[in-house]
């Protein structure tokens, strides 16, 4: 009975059954009591153990060891050990050979390349060599109880590979966190990640007009890439259809990727790429840019690798974008100063005039030096107004809130009443005006009669400012196919190349930065892009250069539907009689009133004023006027009750006509007073020619009710 070998686990079974008589071991019932005793232990243990014995180094082994060997497995019984595991043989052989002599060994983690489950791997154990020796000293062989520790080592590898990852990442953070340039966070992310992945070469292209512009990042080893950009094709259009479809390309032997044709590779081997990853940047649908990796040499790119370049490549365009956002901030926020201090300035110079000639007006009674300063004033209180207007229609447009009174136009009558209102600053510089009319009297562009004329009335504006005196102003109206074309051209100081990008910029100083006395707040050309743009038109602008003047143009939708009434019934057609009307100026303040009044009578109409609500309607009552221009914020009975008092007072039909005069101009106040029955909406102060269509209006109104009941 062989009591040694205990229990019926499958290499109980077949060590018993093993011809052992015809090895150098001989019968079991030989086997000296040593080896008898480490079988026993070994079949007993629940973790691999094996035995080594005899002068070839015969292998026994347990149940728990059959998980190592695999393959081996069952032919390693009885086998030499050495020959058993050939594929490491040198790795162990050294230490078999110590435990024979009597040394023993011990490790915790031993890298061993086995052949098991039909292909290579790397594998560890930690294990022990404890040599067994009999009674005259000398070693029978060695007992080693082992465990397998690949899977600890790799989950301690993942560990490490995840820390140096971090730290990597961690590092890269605050390498680019205080860089404000974008082209030197990818120069430094580049440089990085070449050297963290051991590549020759690490870079950004960026992507335009079908060309890669190559941004300089990491070369090592490799001849630098051409300054030049370089074509798109020339490399493979599947690349960039895959690109598109936002895949990376991915190649690790370029000498054998089937992919790309012989013109292709040799492309790539003339830049020393012998494999690459390429990761496209795509922003709405566009490709922008792309992190490209070489290798001088084939190489397995693994997927950490592919995972730290689709990191990089995010953390990258995240502090290329937060940089972009912070310099466009830093680029508002100088614009903003730039423009708070022009305005400060332009409010200062239009400002101080008024004030000398307030004081001159109160000391002088010289009637031919007080004409002088009204003129003066005019003019300073025009610049004044115009400043304030274009601010509001700024604050309007980037509210949302300018809604457009839009009907059927001629160019040309938009151009006139432009004309019209530079003419005074136009003749004041001695500037020469040319109109050139290439449109018919047909053409026809549906708009807003008055943003229209502010928009020409901004070009003129700007080309006068930018003018020598003496200079030309040339306006030219034409058809371009479906289009009205409006150009301002000037023979001034003409706008710098790099410069008309940004010309309709908002506060966009770009000329004044030339001519510091032009004035102006770099917002009258932003104000026609937004104005035209509403109107589904676009604005442009071309200068050959300093020096060389600058055109202005203006492309508006024509009509397509036209109405023959609404073009016939435009003010340019209305022949105005020159009846004499009583105009009511309604305005609790009392500076504002008279001064409205006495300009009102110099063009010999009848002029009274009311103070109050109560007071006006009790005006009307007594004499019923033709024009009634009535404040809203009135005391006691505001603007909109009076107008509803009117309303009733000339139930008959007859009543005079009724226009808000206010400084409330949104377009929820113009909606408030139109439901008030009032017939137009004007903001204080109001332009002359908007005041004098109004006053015409009227008068042509009452010319036909006169003519009606004559």
Avoid at 243 to 259: E, I, K, S
Avoid at 470 to 497: H, S
Wanted: glycine share 8%; charged share 25%.
């Amino acid at each position: 009975m062989l009591t040694f070998i205990v229990g019926e686990s499958e290499l109980a079974r077949r060590i018993r059954a093993y011809p052992w008589d015809d090895t150098e071991l001989g019968a079991l019932e030989t086997w000296p009591e040593s080896l008898k005793t480490l079988v026993s232990v070994m079949l007993a243990a629940n973790q691999p153990m094996y035995t080594v014995w005899g002068p070839r180094q015969l292998l026994l082994y347990n149940d728990q060891y059959v998980s190592v060997l695999q393959g081996h497995h069952p032919s390693a019984l009885g086998r030499p050990f050495l020959e058993v595991w050939s594929e490491i043989a040198d790795d162990l052989e050294p230490l078999v050979k110590n435990a024979y002599a009597g040394i023993p060994s011990y490790t915790d983690d031993i890298l061993l390349v086995l052949e098991r489950s039909g292909h290579t791997e790397e594998t560890h154990f930690a294990y022990s060599y404890t040599p067994v020796f009999n009674a005259t000293g000398v070693v029978d062989g060695f007992f080693c109880p082992c465990i397998e520790t690949t899977e600890q080592v790799k989950a301690a590898h993942l560990i490490r590979e995840s820390e140096e990852r971090q730290a990597f990442l961690l590092g890269l953070g605050d390498a680019l966190r205080p860089l404000v340039d974008p082209a030197q966070i990818k120069s430094v992310a580049t440089r990085l990640l070449g050297e963290q992945l051991a590549v020759n070469r690490a870079f950004y292209a960026d992507a335009e007009a079908g060309h890669w512009l190559v941004s300089r990042g990491y070369e090592h080893g490799v001849a630098a890439l051409p300054d030049q950009p370089f074509d798109m094709p020339e490399y493979g259009d599947w690349i960039i259809d895959g690109f598109l479809a936002g895949q990376r390309l991915v190649v690790n032997d370029m000498a054998a990727d089937l992919r790309f044709d012989t013109s292709e590779r040799d492309a790539h081997f003339a830049l020393q790429i012998g494999a690459e990853v390429a990761l496209p940047l795509v922003k709405n649908d566009q490709l922008v840019s792309m992190l490209v990796v070489h290798s001088a040499s084939a190489r397995n790119w693994s997927e950490k690798d592919l995972a730290l370049l689709e990191e990089v490549a995010e953390r990258t365009w995240a502090a290329v974008e937060r940089a972009r956002a912070e310099s466009a901030v830093r680029e508002g926020d100088r614009r903003k100063d730039e423009f708070l201090a022009v305005l400060s300035h332009e409010l200062r110079n239009g400002l101080a005039p008024l004030v000398y000639d307030a004081r001159i007006g109160t000391r002088s009674a010289n009637l031919q030096e007080m004409a002088a300063v009204f003129a003066r004033m005019d003019v300073q209180l025009g610049h004044v107004v115009r400043l304030v207007d274009d601010l509001l229609d700024v604050a309007r447009i980037t509210a949302g809130k300018i809604e457009l009174v839009s009907e059927l136009l001629r160019p040309r009558e938009v151009v006139t009443l432009a004309i019209e209102a530079c003419r005074a600053e136009i003749e004041a510089c001695g500037h020469v005006l040319t109109v050139i009319d290439q449109t018919d009297t047909e053409l026809l562009v549906y708009g807003d009669r008055v943003r229209l004329t502010q928009v020409v009335t901004n070009l003129l504006s700007n080309a006068t400012k930018y003018t020598a005196e003496g200079g030309n102003i040339t306006v030219r109206l034409a058809r371009d196919e479906e289009d009205a074309v409006i150009e301002v051209a000037d023979d001034g100081i003409g706008i710098p190349e790099a410069a008309l990008p940004r010309v309709f910029d908002l506060f966009s100083q770009v000329r004044t930065q030339q001519s510091n006395a032009a004035g102006g707040l770099g917002i009258g050309l932003a104000l026609v892009r937004d104005l035209v743009g509403m109107h589904g038109g676009t604005a442009a602008a071309f200068s050959a250069g300093p020096g060389q003047g600058s055109t202005f143009s203006v492309r508006l939708p024509v009509a397509t539907h036209l109405s023959t009434s609404a073009a016939e019934t435009t003010p340019a057609d209305v022949n105005v009689p020159k009846n004499r009307l009583h105009i009511l100026v309604v305005d609790d303040l009392r500076d504002a009133a008279d001064s409205l009044s006495e300009l009102l009578r110099l063009d010999g109409d009848e002029v009274s004023v009311a103070y109050s609500g109560e007071e006006a309607l009790r005006e009307v009552r007594r004499r019923p006027p033709d024009l009634v221009l009535l404040d809203l914020g009135l005391p006691g009975i505001d603007g909109f009750e009076v107008s509803r008092g009117l309303q009733r007072i000339f139930a008959d039909g007859r009543r005079p006509q009724i226009i808000a005069l206010t400084g409330w101009g949104q377009a929820q106040d113009r909606q408030r007073s139109q439901e008030a029955g009032f017939d137009g909406h004007l903001t204080k102060p109001p332009r002359q020619e908007d005041l004098r269509s109004v006053v015409a209006s009227a008068r042509s109104r009452k010319a036909l009710r006169d003519g009606a009941t004559s």
